[in-house]
């Protein structure tokens, strides 16, 4: 998940600067933050929400579907449906789910620059977070975009 990457990276508290709305749905936050973090991100502005019985049976459906998918991102993508957010993965499993079921997605890379461009970061914060996605394995992740980022913050001489 983004979220739990960003915040790793120490970048969540800017990713709420930007004025956006941070929503897990509960099993995400009862399974997959652990505590602190989980107490942590709910200190800057995490909200917590239950999907509805209807939006449980639909993950459900799209867990037998697509096995390779983890409960936490099938109901993270019912809630994303049910209310109408903007999701925010990396997976491209994921993606396809969400484009199949027209929920908007937005990668990490895209946050980033969108960090970026509102003077949100500095260049140790690109470098944390580059630093993260390769503990996870992710170390040419939109590599492109990151490097777009990158040339943002050193032209505006960003020195949060």
Known sequence: MILVRLHRAQLAER????????????????????EPDGRRLRD???????LSADSVAV????????PALSLGDVFSAALALENGYVLA?????????????????CGVADVMLTMAESELLCAD??????????RF???????????QAEKIVRSCGSSR
């Open 89 to 105: 993965t990396h997976d491209a499993q994921l993606k396809r789910l969400c484009q199949d079921a027209g929920i908007s997605v």
């Open 44 to 50: 800057i502005g995490l909200q917590v929400r239950t």
């Open 15 to 34: 990713v709420v600067e930007l004025g956006t709305r941070i929503c897990v749905v509960d099993y995400v936050a009862e399974y997959e933050l652990i």
């Open 137 to 147: 394995g992710y170390a040419d992740y939109r590599r492109q975009t990151i490097k």
């Open 59 to 66: 993950a459900l459906d799209w867990q037998r579907e697509r």
């Open 125 to 134: 914060d690109i470098t944390r977070f580059k630093a993260a996605m390769r």
